[in-house]
């Protein structure tokens, strides 16, 4: 493990840095003045939670080439057969109380922290396609070049709150020394707060030891600076290096969402009932392993469903099962007192039509409603998640500002009941010229940056662009308008030496 100075936020060269740093507009991560859309009952919540403790006890989860994990599960009173792990009822929920309510993830640019709990939501990119599509190239494997335009999109979006994690795999670099690469332009290209590797436990560590040399050692043990994706190989399985990785991550009070990665009628029943129970009793035993390895350690309860097209066999998303499943896991969720992941940009579409259009609008809306704190892939998914897209991202991006405007709620104050304006224009006049529009325009509606509402013939003048190519315009300007956010040098020098050291120290490894 690389050691530094005690440093605290980076040193002063750091702070001067991020004093004199470009700024671009970024909204805060929302805070809803909304309710939660509860569909479950009492009486349903019982049941799924009766049933979970009798998954958990009576047929159990499994701890794969792990025996240290078994060890530790048995030394906390619970039943150890071969790999199967029978969690006595109770104690899984016992375990996940100490796990926190909320979090603060500290960004670099401490103007761009965001806490994660609560009533909040925060809003993150697409996570791990290895292809990408675009307009000029089609689709293509990816490659380090568009992991990093992704990264300096979403630094560019206003509406985004978190720079993410693996945006997409960028295959012309090796699979042991990747992660490096990617955790360093995150680092370097943006200052929203981030995610770390969990490919393999070691990758884990490098990016505790990458923030060690960007915030200081002091500052990383006693403050959260990486949040990251570990799932579970649903049903009811605990592989050896996501749990290998949650563990260097809860030990070094780094966050982790344990998510289960479900595809309803393949990996879990068919019914959103039985999807639900078995969400629960995942979680309950990834969050509860979590704090087996250190109480306390911030942690995000993840549901990640999509049912299946019965004909095909091929995942579908923005259906209403997903929907009913992601309001349920939010009550769950809060009945647990722990951040909630779900939702996202999702669509099985291969290209950003109307496909993508109504299937993303179903998943971010109920995102929304359902009371997720963080949403992975918020932004740039298509094709089930396979493929990244540069104008979907922009696209998505720019209706994250509905759910920001969503969630404010209706004021009723003074200025927003507005009667001055109603008595000013009276029966049968205009509002566009009275003092209370010309006080709020500017602010009253949401605007769109990217959708085209011109009257049709100046539309047709101007080409008549659909939302694909007007994306596909914004992309190129936003990458044109790029500007690197500063970061001290000696800082910088220490990330790139240590990152030579650690490729240097293996052969490159491409499966």
């Not at 560590?205 to 579970?232: A, P, Y």
């Amino acid at each position: 493990m690389v050691r530094t100075r005690g440093r605290g936020r980076g040193g002063g060269a750091s702070r001067r840095a991020e004093r004199s740093a470009v700024r671009f507009e970024t909204a805060k991560y929302i805070e809803r003045n909304i309710p939660n859309f509860d569909l479950l009952n009492d009486e349903a919540i019982e049941i799924i939670e009766t049933n979970t403790d009798t998954i958990l006890e009576e047929i159990g989860v499994n701890f794969i080439n792990n025996p240290a994990a078994l060890e530790r599960w048995k030394d906390v009173g619970a039943e150890v057969d071969g790999e199967r792990v029978h969690i006595p009822r109770g104690l899984a929920r016992k375990l996940c109380s100490t796990a926190p309510a909320s979090f603060t993830q500290h960004a670099r640019n401490p103007e761009r922290s965001v806490v994660i709990g609560g009533r909040n939501l925060v809003c993150s990119p697409v996570y791990g396609p290895p292809f990408v599509r675009d307009s000029a190239y089609g689709r293509r494997y990816a490659t380090l070049k568009d992991f990093q335009n992704f990264v300096k999109l979403g630094y560019m979006s206003k509406w985004l709150h978190h720079s993410g994690g693996t945006l997409c795999e960028p295959t012309d670099l090796p699979v042991n020394k990747r992660h490096l690469d990617m955790v360093y332009s995150h680092i370097s290209l943006s200052d929203k707060p981030f995610m770390g590797s969990v490919t393999e436990p070691s990758r884990a560590q490098d990016s505790v030891d990458l923030c060690r040399i960007l915030f200081g050692d002091k500052f990383v043990q006693e403050n959260t600076v990486m949040t990251s994706l570990i799932n579970i190989n649903s049903p009811m399985t605990f592989d050896d290096v996501m749990m290998g990785a949650l563990e260097v991550y809860s030990r070094n009070n780094q966050a982790c969402i344990i998510s289960p990665f479900i595809v309803g009628g393949a990996m879990a029943p068919v019914s959103v009932a039985g999807i639900l129970t078995q969400v629960l009793a995942e979680v309950l035993a990834g969050i509860g392993y979590s704090q087996i390895i250190c109480p306390g350690a911030p942690v995000i309860m993840g549901a990640f469903v999509s049912s299946i097209d019965m004909k095909s066999g091929a995942p579908t998303f923005g259906t209403p099962e997903a929907s009913q499943v992601t309001y349920g896991a939010g009550q769950l969720a809060r009945r647990l007192n722990l951040p909630y992941r779900s939702a996202g940009s999702y669509t099985g579409s291969k290209l950003p039509d109307a496909h993508a259009a109504y299937e993303t609008a179903n998943s971010l809306n109920m995102g929304l409603l359902s009371g997720v704190n963080f949403m992975l892939h918020s932004c740039g998914w298509l094709e089930g998640g396979l493929v990244a897209s540069p104008e979907k991202f922009v696209m998505d991006a720019d209706q994250l500002g509905v759910l920001h405007h969503l969630a404010r709620g209706i004021k009723v104050d003074d200025n927003s009941q507005a009667l001055d304006a109603i008595y000013e224009v009276g029966p049968g006049g205009h509002y566009l010229g009275c003092a209370h529009t010309q006080a709020n325009y500017e602010t009253a509606f949401w605007q769109s940056e990217l959708l085209d509402y011109k009257p049709f013939e100046t539309w047709e003048e101007q080409g008549a662009r659909d939302a694909q190519a007007l994306a596909s315009l914004r992309v190129s300007k936003l990458l044109e308008d790029y500007q690197q956010p500063p970061l001290a040098s000696e800082i910088d020098e220490a990330l790139l030496a240590f990152i030579a050291k650690r490729k240097e120290s293996m052969i490159d490894a491409f499966f």
